[in-house]
């Protein structure tokens, strides 16, 4: 029996909805295709996206088309050294006529906020955004404002410079659901690039993702299935992550089969794990893509794809990684090489 037979029509239908946004992300940005999907998963879970590359990979391209087809509210913040908390959430403003203050909401009052060059302002600013992420709301003055609903973050940054940029606290990093590395293009999609002279920002897409779509989809992740085995098989995966101090973290992974030598050789890498956190994202990212694909139930398949976007961003790697140019997907690839899939 063919995988269209065995799912229901409102399976078919979403699969349909976001195979036609690809298709009109595709009008204007060449490529890309994991980066493209990943955005569309973490809007499916209602997560907040980190999008890490060089200067000139259409990543605030991506984003702009991304709100086009989705006709969402969109605001950019250029991320500044100069730049203010209040410039993000807003501030209070003294009316001379009433003798009162009123509210000037910021630029995150919107449901698709793109934090351009988010390293390029200091922590104090970065963090200003932290109650946003996690609890989509702003506190200005005494009072505390509902963001709009839904509310995503997408944030950019450079990761060759390092003069005149902040790292993004641990802390706030944990609150985006993934981050995806955009990389350069292969030499035929670089051709189509250049022919295309630089205007396919101009290239009209349709709309397709409203904020009732994107509600429908999110109804149906509740509807996709994940067995016993594959939920154990995603806390083994991050309980993996732990150093042996972390206890639990240690038995989960031994019971799992990464062990002895090869446990070790993995963790001297590894200064702090991922939280549980990074399971529950793991486990949202999966059941999505199992809709993505089609599908409404959970492959492990589906847990590998998502397994780098999710957690190489929650790893913090001690000296040893560095000396030895080891880096969190390389860690990540192993965990997921050592460990028994169900």
Do not use: W
């Amino acid at each position: 029996m063919s995988q269209e037979n065995t799912v229901s029509p409102e399976f078919q239908k979403v699969m349909g909805l976001l195979n036609a946004c690809r298709e009109e992300v595709a009008k204007r940005v060449v490529g890309q295709k994991e980066v493209v999907e990943g955005i569309l998963v973490s809007m499916m879970v209602g997560g907040h996206v980190l999008l890490e590359g060089v200067p000139g990979l259409a990543k605030t391209l991506l984003v702009k088309t991304i709100s086009d087809i989705s006709g969402l509210s969109f605001k950019r913040i250029q991320f500044t050294p100069d730049l203010l908390p209040a410039d993000i959430t807003g501030t209070l403003i003294y009316q001379q006529g009433t003798g009162g203050f009123s509210v000037r909401k910021g630029p995150v009052f919107a449901n698709l906020v793109l934090a351009d060059e988010v390293n390029r302002a200091p922590a104090k600013v970065q963090s200003a955004l932290l109650e946003a992420m996690a609890e989509g709301q702003v506190t200005i003055g005494e009072e505390t404002y509902r963001l709009p609903s839904p509310f995503f973050v997408l944030a950019t940054q450079n990761p060759i410079e390092q003069e005149g940029t902040y790292s993004l606290p641990e802390a706030e990093l944990d609150r985006f659901l993934m981050k995806l590395q955009v990389a350069y293009p292969s030499i035929q999609e670089e051709v189509r690039i250049i022919k295309g002279g630089g205007t396919q920002g101009s290239i009209p897409v349709a709309q397709l993702l409203t904020a009732d779509r994107l509600a429908y989809c999110r109804q149906l992740l509740d509807r996709v299935a994940c067995d016993e085995k594959i939920v154990e098989y995603i806390v083994s995966i991050v309980a993996a992550t732990r150093p042996p101090e972390a206890g639990v973290g240690k038995a989960a992974a031994g019971r799992n089969g990464v062990r002895g030598g090869k446990e070790e050789a993995l963790h001297k890498y590894i200064s702090f794990g991922a939280s549980p956190r990074a399971g529950i994202a793991l486990y949202q990212c999966a059941k999505a893509a199992a809709l993505l694909a089609g599908r409404d139930f959970v492959l492990p398949e589906d847990v590998k794809s998502m397994a780098r976007q999710v957690l190489r961003h929650r790893l913090v790697l001690s000296y040893e990684a560095a000396a030895e140019g080891v880096t969190t997907d390389d860690l990540i690839a192993r965990i997921l090489a050592l460990l028994p899939v169900p």
